[in-house]
């Protein structure tokens, strides 16, 4: 058992991944031979990822507010406090706040063997993201 008391700080999420102000905060990241990855993400109104997936998909867990998540082809869904997201392997998705409220979810992700954890793509357009 091993109990971590220090954090590390939290990042501004990278232009090149999120539109809008994002934060990101490092929950666990465990030594190997474990890939599990946890991040407290923070969205502000209206922001949200770029298109991307994951090689053995994501669980995103809402802790606070409202957002949206959609896949590719899809409709946007609404999220809320207390949803649990299953995305699987693969799936090209985005997800993020709504266009007035914050929100906040857990995302939690096992890496590839080569040690990434999401391949990311274009941002999203304004005709799949509800402004």
Do not use: C
Not at 52 to 58: A, I, L, N, Y
């Amino acid at each position: 058992m091993q109990i971590t008391r220090t954090r590390s700080e939290t990042r501004q999420g990278p232009a090149e991944n999120f539109t809008g102000q994002v934060w990101l905060d490092e929950v666990a990241a465990p030594a190997a031979p474990s890939r599990l990855r946890v991040f407290s993400v923070h969205f502000a109104p209206g922001a949200h990822t770029a298109w991307h997936r994951h090689p053995h998909g994501q669980v995103l867990y809402v802790t606070e507010g409202e957002g949206l998540v959609q896949r590719k082809g899809g409709v946007a869904e609404v999220i809320r406090a207390g949803d649990t997201v299953w995305i699987e392997p693969g799936e090209w998705h985005w997800h993020g706040a709504g266009p007035r409220t914050f929100m906040t979810h857990l995302a939690v992700v096992e890496a590839a063997e080569d040690g990434t954890t999401a391949e990311w793509d274009a941002h999203v357009g304004p005709e799949d993201h509800p402004a």
